[in-house]
């Protein structure tokens, strides 16, 4: 079956420390991945996007990078947090290529302090 | 620069009526376009796409597609306390791989 795992599903930071969100699909190969942010009271914003493994296109200049290191892998990273990272963090897969249907994770709602 | 516009309601509608949501766009080459459902503190849920002028029917949801007028609805048929939530409307471009969404509108089924 077709499925998203995303963790860890909340966190609290300090401000100035490191971010490590993971996303791992099942149920597919080469799939087009995405991370979106959700801020409160705000719409979906597309960060990052990956069509294959090594191959990612950003969005929205910022402090957070991303990386795939594998097919079915998608990492969103930052070295720094802000205060404005915070958000509920999404990712997103379209298990079939062409179709342009995006399906979501759970979701890591990250609290910055 | 793709707008998605929405009613940010929230929009109230008894339980059984008919709950009708609309979102409009700007770019005329948008082709592929999405509902999602979010429940307050989840992730969203594809509950349909359209990608032809016209409409297409799932259950209880109908979706209606205008390319010349530029809108897409989507209709909720004998509405439940359960169809609550945010509904949030989504359109790609041409052999565009990004979605680009509209902030929501908040759906509330008053039993």
């Known amino acids: 079956s077709q499925t998203i795992h995303q963790w860890p599903a909340t966190l609290v930071q300090p401000v100035g420390s490191p971010l490590s969100l993971e996303c791992t699909v099942e149920?597919?190969?080469?799939?087009?991945l995405y991370w979106y942010r959700q801020a409160a009271g705000r719409g979906l914003q597309l960060l990052f996007y990956s069509v294959g493994i090594g191959q990612i296109s950003s969005e929205v200049p910022q402090n957070l990078s991303a990386s795939r290191p594998q097919d079915r892998q998608f990492i969103l990273s930052s070295k720094k947090l802000l205060l404005s990272d915070s958000g509920f963090y999404l990712c997103?897969?379209?298990?079939?290529?062409?179709?342009?249907?995006?399906?979501f994770g759970p979701g890591t709602r990250l609290t910055v302090t | 620069q793709k707008e998605v516009e929405q009613n940010s309601g929230p929009l109230s509608v008894p339980e059984g009526a008919i709950a009708s949501l609309n979102c409009t766009y700007s770019d005329r080459v948008s082709q592929s376009f999405f509902w999602y459902r979010q429940y307050s503190g989840k992730s969203p849920e594809l509950i349909m796409s359209?990608?032809?002028?016209g409409d297409k029917e799932d259950g209880r949801f109908t979706a209606q597609l205008n390319k010349a007028s530029q809108y897409v609805s989507l209709l909720i048929r004998d509405s439940q306390p359960s169809d609550s939530a945010t509904y949030l409307c989504a359109l790609s471009g041409a052999g565009s791989y990004q979605l680009t969404f509209g902030k929501g509108t908040k759906l509330s089924v008053i039993p």
């Open positions: 997103a897969c379209e298990f079939s290529g062409g179709s342009y249907e995006q399906y």
């Open positions: 359209i990608y032809s002028n």
């Open positions: 149920g597919t190969s080469n799939p087009n």
